[in-house]
């Protein structure tokens, strides 16, 4: 074997990971502060009793109009105050996410109003049931680190109490972490009640969080009452919160990328201030869906570059200011699971992975995410895991050089029976649905396509896989809470 050096090599640089940046330090620092002049100068309006009385209370300014504009020294006193790092744990404690600075966590989407049905090729409502195949499919694949509903649940007995029937069919279809979502403050408090059952009581809770809160906001620097109060009910109880501005480029926000950035960071240090007033300390992952509109001007596109720019710059500039972040990925504007919807998937799962988003969320969404679909889940979990093998980098080092075994096989000799091709070999991506075989081995096995091999093994996760039982005594509790929120009188 070739001596191992033992030479000290001075001013090296090495990469672990691939890198990746679109801002410099400058170019956040710019961004930052004209988000600070937006808030001095034009502040968010805002309608909620409380909020406007925590504001009156403070050195902000709170105008007729119930316009608030926060000086500086406001926002940088509860930037201060928000954890750098926080954790998501699934009820059984087995899976876990870490929720700090470039620890990458996939997901699914959220209430999707359709989901693709595989029989009939076409979009329907979604149901409970659906719901529940979801979650079981997100509990089986390696890649996806936690679940949210997929689909809503539109055959709930009242339209005001979906989401507790949603908690209910993702947690005991899923062991992993969950990021639900809430009609109002009083459906995200029954979700809250019904975790705490399984995790032993508010104080576990707030330890160790089975749920993050998606709190989606459509209306830039201007909440409404239901989202108000659903983000200080969590800043009130230590639920973790992920926080999501969204607008549509030259329609709600700027057309120009630096100004959307400008407008959404605005949004995001003032959700920042505000829950801050509440109470101190409470776990925020702010994020942000800025795009373009689809031709019709119906939906925000979830397939555009734009998308993927800003998300990657919203996340670098998070970070910067030392937040917790999130973004959309893994969705499409395609129809069906088809090449757009591999193409558009592909580039926000890599861009996300690059910049290092803490939770990426909507995967397997398509049409914008008013559609889920359960093969666009089994794609995307093939393609982290191909993504993943690309950010891994490349090590360079004394055992990867194989100095030595080069030497030992020699010029024209064979390394599949080296045991060092062994150990490597092992560190490969295989894949499961990806086809590598030769024109005629594929023809011989039936020419089939990637989704005539992608139907038969959603099938076969949704035949096999049973996820681990929740204790029969929490369920029937947790319905006592669901059975009161439907038999309440309006």
Aim: hydrophobic share 40%; glycine share 6%; aromatic share 6%.
């Amino acid at each position: 074997m070739l001596e191992k050096t033992m030479l000290i090599k001075m001013n090296q640089q090495a990469y672990e990971t691939t890198r990746f940046q679109i801002l410099t330090g400058d170019q956040i620092q710019q961004i930052y502060f004209a988000a600070l002049d937006v808030l001095e100068i034009s502040g968010a309006r805002i309608f909620h009793e409380e909020a406007l009385k925590l504001f009156a209370n403070s050195d902000a300014v709170v105008s007729d109009t119930n316009r608030v504009r926060i000086p500086t020294t406001m926002v940088e006193q509860a930037l201060s105050g928000c954890p750098s790092k926080s954790n998501l744990t699934g009820r059984n404690g087995k899976r876990s996410i870490k929720l700090q600075k470039n620890e990458v966590a996939f997901g699914s989407g959220a209430d999707a109003r359709f989901v693709y049905d595989r029989k009939s090729g076409q979009p329907r409502e979604s149901t409970f049931a659906d719901v529940e195949a979801a979650a079981r499919i997100v509990d089986y694949l390696p890649r996806l680190d936690f679940c949210m509903s997929h689909g809503l649940v539109s055959d709930a007995p009242k339209a005001k109490t979906y989401d507790r029937h949603q908690f209910l069919a993702m947690v005991k279809n899923c062991t992993k972490p969950l990021v639900v979502t809430s009609v109002d403050a009083e459906g995200l408090k029954d979700q809250w009640e019904m975790a705490c059952l399984i995790r032993g009581g508010q104080k576990e809770f707030r330890l160790s969080p089975l749920f993050a809160t998606y709190i989606r906001s459509d209306s830039p620097l201007m909440s409404n009452n239901e989202t108000v109060a659903k983000l200080l009910f969590a800043a009130e109880m230590g639920i973790p919160a992920v926080f999501t501005p969204c607008s549509a480029l030259g329609v709600t926000a700027p057309a120009s990328i630096a100004g959307v950035l400008v407008q959404t960071l605005a949004d995001a240090l003032f959700t920042v201030v505000l829950c801050g007033l509440k109470k101190p300390g409470m776990p925020l992952i702010l994020g942000g869906i800025q795009t373009v509109m689809s031709q019709a001007k119906e939906t925000l596109s979830y397939g555009s570059p734009e998308l993927h720019l800003t998300s990657a710059a919203m996340t670098e500039i998070y970070k910067w200011l030392g937040l917790l972040n999130s973004s959309a990925g893994g969705c499409t504007d395609a129809k069906i699971v088809d090449e757009q919807a591999a193409s558009e998937s592909v580039m926000s799962i890599y861009n996300n992975m690059l910049a290092g988003t803490n939770l990426v969320h909507q995967v397997g969404c398509l049409d914008g995410g008013l559609t889920g679909s359960l093969s666009s889940l089994v794609m995307c979990d093939e393609i982290i895991a191909m993504i993943k093998q690309i950010v891994k980098g490349i090590q360079v080092t004394d055992e990867t050089l194989a100095l030595d075994i080069l030497k030992e096989v020699g010029p024209g000799g064979e390394f599949l029976s080296h045991d060092h091709t062994y150990d490597h070999w092992k560190e490969w991506f295989r894949p499961t649905i990806i086809d590598r075989s030769n024109f005629e081995a594929w023809s011989q096995a039936g020419s089939k396509t990637y989704n005539d091999r992608l139907e038969p093994e959603v099938d076969r996760i949704l035949e096999s896989h049973a996820p681990e039982p929740l204790d029969e005594n929490i369920v029937q509790e947790m319905k006592k809470i669901i059975n009161l929120a439907d038999n309440k009188e309006v």
